[in-house]
């Protein structure tokens, strides 16, 4: 049988390892292995509230040893090191393992899909490795979450300010502010009730204006709401150097905070140097072609925040989002299963469905796109709040099929009504 190897298990590439296990596996056309090193998935558009603290991921994830099991398909633990493509062959340092110590698996493939996603790109900014948190991962948003909760108690009972400075005025920058907000609220309500006065947040953003990626309209409304709700907006300002007290801007201003998170940037992980005459771009991220095959090689794949895809007529490659990932996986679900059978494989288009940011209980905002004799239709408020966790649940409902999905819906509804909202 082909061996196809999916690296990374996020929101791509876990449907991708399903629908070929359905596909390819059960028919024996193919083995199909899972690499990650986590050992749950979780929905990357949630990590903010597990940074927050205003979601569990255990009540939230998916294990990836179950699903495998479930599926049909192998899952191996372990971080990708270095891709061979001579060989055929990638290599994976074991949990809590790194290639310094030896302790390494080579794995051969004959189709290689690269879904490991993406992490905030500092741009060699001085000090921000040293004194940044990050919500890159799971791992990430957990420690994240840890020093909140710590700087949140310290500060509560010395009655100083909470100061929390937040690089990135993208998606995940104004969702993290937001939910931080939520966090503070519903902390007060548990007897803490000076905590909202001691919270001070503050978004910084390089561009003219948050959200860039969003319509100016939706994007004033989330500046509105975000400013509402006592977070201070940062814009045109560009971060030189990181010390121990805050950041520091280019031109000498600078901002305190004692809790600072780099959530600015996509930079793919370093894995991809490795794959020898692949043109990477200035982020690292793998140039492929419109088959979403990485340029310069005939078996590997690569998809998500990992890779840069122009579409045909378009003048910048497609943003790092859930959504592109999603389309991606499908594609590649039927594009593999093609080049199986000896098909000439497809060409990947992408459809925009549109965008939407969610604040929370405070909301959201987002637009549908034009389509045909459709105008664009701006979404906000209440319908926006709602849409979200809707994402989430048909996410839930796709990984885990129909009555296993409304089991865990059911399940994370009576854990609401028996749990705190909050972590402790």
């Known amino acids: 049988m082909q061996r196809i190897l999916i690296v990374g298990g996020g929101v791509g590439g876990l449907a991708l390892a399903n629908r ?30 597990f940074a927050a603290g205003t979601a569990e991921p255990s009540d939230r994830g998916i294990n990836f040893p179950v699903q495998a099991r479930r599926r049909g398909f192998r899952f191996i633990p372990g971080t990708l090191t270095s891709i061979d493509r001579v060989s055929n062959s990638i290599e994976v340092a074991l949990p809590r393992s790194s290639a310094q110590h030896g302790n390494v698996r080579r794995f051969e493939f004959d189709r290689l899909v690269l879904a490991i996603g993406g992490r905030a790109n500092d741009f060699g900014t001085p000090g921000a490795k040293e004194h940044c948190l990050l919500v890159d991962d799971l791992k990430s948003a957990l420690a994240l979450n840890d020093a909140l909760r710590a ?22 920058g104004v969702e993290l502010a937001a939910e931080i907000r939520k966090l503070i609220a519903i902390g007060s309500s548990y007897g803490i009730d000076h905590l909202e006065s001691l919270l001070k947040v503050t978004l910084i953003e390089a561009n003219e204006r948050i959200l860039k990626a969003f319509d100016e309209v939706s994007a004033k409304r989330v500046e509105d709401k975000l400013r509402s709700l006592g977070v201070r907006i940062e814009c045109e300002r560009r971060v030189t150097e990181v010390d121990a007290a805050g950041f520091v801007f280019s031109d000498g201003r600078r901002i305190d905070a004692a809790l600072k998170v780099w959530a600015a940037g996509v930079a793919a992980p370093p894995a991809l140097k490795t794959l020898d005459g692949v043109e990477l771009n200035r982020s690292g991220q793998a ?41 991606q996986a499908t594609f590649l679900a039927t594009a593999l299963a093609a080049a199986l059978d000896g098909r000439a494989l497809p060409a990947f288009e992408y459809e925009d469905r549109g965008g939407l940011v969610s604040l929370g209980m405070y909301g959201g905002f987002g637009s549908l796109p034009n389509k045909g004799f459709v105008p664009e239709i701006l979404i906000s408020g209440r319908w926006a709040r709602f849409i979200h966790p809707l994402f989430f649940r048909a996410h839930m409902f796709q990984m885990l099929g129909f009555w296993r999905g409304a089991l865990s819906w059911l399940r994370d509804t009576i854990t609401a009504w028996l749990h705190p909202g909050i972590r402790f």
């Not at 059960?26 to 929905?43: F, G, N, Q, T």
């Not at 108690?153 to 690089?167: C, G, K, T």
């Not at 794949?301 to 389309?327: H, I, K, N, W, Y």
Request: proline share 5%; charged share 25%; glycine share 8%.
């Open 20 to 49: 070929l296990s359905a596909r390819l596996g059960r028919k024996r056309k193919a083995e199909i292995a899972l690499v990650d090193h986590s050992p749950m998935h979780v929905w990357k558009p949630m990590l903010h509230e």
């Open 287 to 327: 140039l492929v072609d419109e088959h979403l095959r990485v340029q310069g090689t005939l078996h590997i794949f690569a998809m998500g925040d990992c890779c840069s895809f122009m579409p045909r007529g378009e003048d910048f490659p497609l943003p790092a989002t859930g959504q592109v990932a999603s389309q």
């Open 151 to 172: 700087e949140i108690l310290e500060r509560a009972f010395s009655n100083e300010d909470i100061r929390i400075a937040i690089v990135g005025g993208g998606a995940t």
